[in-house]
């Protein structure tokens, strides 16, 4: 069964700290990967999008990591702001043009 | 103006009513989609559209239609809402290949 799953589920964090989403998936075959940004009240909005042989890719200060391997994504935050609350979401797409979404991770930064 | 408008934003209904979502783009794309949100669920497709003459249903469509009026326009209706359809809903647009989604801003619908 084609699958994300995305974690934790909630954070919370002091602003300047760094924080790692997860995202794992069973999607297959895998096409590319997408983190998107969602603050409350608005449409997602797109982060990176990383395809099978891309490792790393950055966008100022969010970092997406892929291992096409084990299939399982990051998003990494450096030195968060309180700008960076919103929910983040997984998405995966399927050669064919499917998509799957992960539920999101709700991230709180607090000051 | 936005890539992706919807409207309303915000609604509120009584059960049994017809409510139509609208949605409209800029970006020129073929592609259009209807999706909800719920709290814990994630985003779930409802319809889907490739063309004006071109309309797929979703996972979730029962209790939903769709109207492709043109390129640009993408319409949601629900025929007589219930309380569970209560959620807020995205429209989104992409082209046929390469790039992902854009996502309307949403409208929150409540069916009391």
């Known amino acids: 069964k084609n699958q994300v799953e995305q974690s934790p589920q909630s954070l919370i964090i002091l602003e300047g700290k760094n924080c790692t989403l997860q995202c794992n998936y069973t999607v297959s075959p895998f096409s590319n990967l997408r983190w998107y940004k969602q603050d409350t009240g608005r449409g997602p909005v797109s982060l990176t999008i990383?395809?099978?042989?891309?490792n790393t890719k950055s966008n100022g200060r969010y970092t997406a990591t892929l291992d096409a391997d084990t299939k399982q994504s990051s998003l990494h935050i450096t030195a968060s702001q309180l700008s960076d609350s919103a929910s983040y979401i997984c998405v995966v797409s399927r050669s064919g043009n499917q998509f799957y979404f992960g539920t999101g991770t709700s991230l709180t930064v607090i000051p | 103006d936005a890539d992706v408008t919807q409207t309303p934003r915000n609604r509120i209904t009584k059960t049994g009513k017809r409510i139509m979502l609208e949605c409209s783009q800029t970006k020129g794309h073929d592609r259009m989609y209807w999706y909800r949100q719920d709290p814990g669920l994630g985003l779930r497709l409802i319809y889907y559209s490739f063309d004006v003459k071109d309309i797929n249903k979703g996972e979730i469509s029962d209790g939903y239609s769709v109207s492709r009026q043109a390129q640009a326009k993408f319409s949601l209706s629900l025929e007589s809402a219930i309380p569970n359809q209560t959620a807020l809903y995205f429209c989104a647009t992409r082209p046929a290949v390469g790039y992902g989604y854009t996502f309307g801003s949403g409208t929150r619908l409540t069916v009391v």
């Open positions: 990383m395809t099978f042989s891309e």
